[in-house]
């Protein structure tokens, strides 16, 4: 079985390295501080031990009075799992640091969350929307969007 | 003296038989030689994911029929399993035995396509391809009989399947067990040790193992990179841990390996079906649900091995009776990420083998 990891377990290990990175957790999830997320992903991905090579899916939800990115993480080698998310407030113009610089699999879908729920992902090599045309009016999964 | 050339780039698709669907490649060249490719996608968008945010759980299944168009049992179990994780819903013994018979059924299905189409893309046209879809029509023969749906089957709820199997379905799945061995035997005698096929595939477009976990590539395309990752062995669902078979992988994760990777895996596909037909026991298929489910707030994730590879949908509930959020991780357009670096230096003609070879439907692609 893939050991999904305990959030509260991670959250305390992410905090020695990186010291208020994660502000939540609980028995599945991490919820950590947006402009701590690039600390993190470098944490997660090569401390030995936790090794998570693979980013599994990366999306977004938006809960009206913020956005959540959610990124599920997964190490074949160790095959555990662990979810790892992140808010963004604001509906203007949310941005979030892209960590296609540590998960290559990040690209398409990062791409995807821009097109669609329109959160900017800052140094994104090509950050063009990718379902839909250039120019199209709104983000078609934000809850305030009307066709 | 050298000849002075310039790049140039052509315009592949959106229609065009060899990208599987309408998918648009712009290829820049120098001659033949690949210098850049970018793709382009959303010819097939229609807002699944916005679709599903106004539908019942149960109508949610309808639309993820027609994700992979080719795959449909496999999109409907990765579905009615992530509400059944939301919404803590047991299913029944005969259910889960039923649900892994379709679900490998499909897995061949869907592999004879991507086999018949890589032929096709690599000039054999058409005639290997009608003996693939030969096998591949009685496999939609007995969906028929499942649930009366040759492609858009929804034939999986939450909670169970649609209808018990009926008679006739048991006898077409033995006389289908007794015959495929043999024509798997043929389809491989035909290609694995065909001059042509190994000089078109052999060593091009090679995927390394650690390009394929840092790209978050899944299924076929990662274990013939020999990444050894099957979530029927790694997170068993279903009854998959009770079943005895092993998960194939390549040497090299070229052209040839992920055919011959397909190749083995429907074998074990068999002899998952076989074991099942022999342990299903007697009993209910489906629990006594109300029509629309209310989940309870929160969120849950799952996945399945599906044909393509790892398709899980995330869904958000908040209690009422459409999803808040239904993502759908797609195998097919998550793939897609290396394909530049696999394609660069080859050739036109190696691209649609290779792009061939990724074997993506652009129904998931695009969503």
Known sequence: MTRALDGRDVARRINEAHAGAAVASNDTDVWVEIGSLTDVAG?????????????????????????????????????????????????????APSLVEWWPGAD?????????????FESHPNLKRILLWEGYPGHPLRKDYLG | ????????????????????????????????????????????????????????????????????????????????????????????????????????????????????????????????????????????DMFEMLCGARITLSYMRPGGVFQDAPDDFWAALDTFLADEPGYIGELESLITGNEVVLARTRGVGVLSDEQAVADSVTG??????????????????????????????????????????????????????????????????????????????????????????????YLVSDRSIAPYRCKIRAPSFINLTPLKKMVVGWKMSDLIVIFGSIDVVLGEVDR
Not at chain 1, 109 to 114: A, K, S
Not at chain 2, 68 to 82: C, E, K
Not at chain 2, 103 to 131: K, V
Not at chain 2, 276 to 299: A, F, H, T
Request: net charge negative.
């Open chain 2, 1 to 140: 003296m050298a000849i002075k050339t310039e790049p140039i780039t052509i315009n592949l698709g959106p229609q065009h038989p060899s990208t599987h669907g309408v998918f648009r490649l712009r290829v820049t060249f120098d001659g033949e030689e690949i210098l850049d490719v970018e793709p382009v996608f959303g010819y097939l968008h229609r807002g699944t994911e916005k679709l599903a945010e106004s539908r019942s759980y149960v109508q949610v299944v309808t639309l993820t029929d027609r994700l992979d168009y080719v795959a449909s049992m496999s999109n409907n179990l990765a579905y009615v399993r992530a509400v059944e994780k939301l919404a803590g819903i047991e299913v029944p013994e005969r259910a889960m035995y039923l649900r892994v018979i379709a679900a490998e059924l499909q897995r061949i299905a869907s592999h004879m396509m991507a086999t018949g189409f890589l032929l096709n893309d690599m000039g054999a046209f058409a005639t290997p391809l009608m003996y693939c879809f030969r096998e591949r029509e009685r496999i939609l």
């Open chain 1, 108 to 120: 398409l879908q990062e791409r995807e969350i821009w097109d669609l729920m329109g959160i900017r």
């Open chain 2, 220 to 313: 076929p395309m990662l274990r013939a990179a020999g990444v050894k990752w099957d979530i029927r062995k790694a997170d068993p669902y279903e009854v998959y841990d009770r079943l005895d078979f092993d998960v194939p992988i390549g040497a090299s994760g070229d052209t040839f390996d992920r055919y011959l990777v397909r190749i083995q895996e429907m074998r074990e596909s068999l002899r998952i079906i076989r074991q099942c037909v022999e342990r299903i026991p007697e009993g209910p298929v489906r629990p006594d649900l109300p029509y629309n489910l209310r989940p309870p707030e929160g969120d849950a994730y799952a996945a399945v091995e599906g044909p393509k590879g790892e398709l899980g949908f």
């Open chain 1, 43 to 95: 944490f997660l991905r090569d401390t030995p031990g936790l090794d998570f090579a693979t980013l599994t899916s990366v999306t977004a939800v938006d809960y009206v009075e913020h956005f959540e990115l959610v990124y599920h993480l997964l190490s074949m080698r160790r095959n555990h799992s662990v979810v790892v998310k992140t808010r963004l407030f604001g509906r203007d113009e949310p941005a």
